[in-house]
């Protein structure tokens, strides 16, 4: 039967463990999220490089509906990367917990309100919904001004 001492030993140590996994699981959302970004900004400029000055309307709006594509792309990839992240951040908290407390000899069994989790799944999801409706609303003001000649097709 471990000691005291070595219960307390194996609680700190475990304790310390589970205490770096939410700011990895922080990095690695968000390292996703603007790998998403990248490749969505990767597909809207390959398809402005293609616009030459004196682009017809068809072809804007017909731009207007790839880009709305690739940014509703974005938001469905990063909804699931929110909710992973929103997930396994909810597993790093109840471990940091219940693993420091089982290596200290202390067995519990936690009660996690369900709800809250929900709320915060929703409240990630909101906001990658948001970034990608203000991106299009952004985008479709500049091809706006293209189309009505306030500003060239290479300056937007």
Same mark, same amino acid.
């Given at each position: 039967m471990p000691t005291s001492d070595e219960r307390t030993r194996a609680f700190d140590r475990a304790r310390a463990a589970e205490a770096t996994r939410l700011p990895r699981i922080q990095a690695d959302t968000l390292r996703e @999220?603007? $790998?998403? #970004? $990248?490749? &969505? !900004? !990767?597909a809207i400029t390959e398809q402005l490089r293609g616009l030459a000055d004196g682009l017809r309307r068809s072809q804007l709006e017909a731009l207007q509906r790839e880009i709305a594509a690739a940014l509703e792309a974005f938001r469905q990839a990063g909804t699931r990367t929110a909710q992973?992240? *929103?997930? &396994? *951040?909810? &597993? &790093?908290g109840v471990d940091l917990t219940v693993v420091? #407390?089982? *290596? =200290? =000899?202390? *067995? @519990?069994v936690p009660h996690l309100n369900v709800r809250s989790l929900v709320a915060l799944r929703t409240s990630l999801t909101s906001l990658i919904g948001d970034v990608s409706v203000r991106a299009i609303n952004r985008i479709n003001g500049q091809l706006a001004q293209v189309m009505i000649g306030t500003t060239p097709a290479h300056a937007a």
């Open positions: @999220v603007e $790998r998403q #970004l $990248r490749d &969505a !900004t !990767t992973a992240a *929103a997930d &396994a *951040a909810w &597993a &790093a420091p #407390l089982a *290596a =200290g =000899g202390v *067995a @519990v």
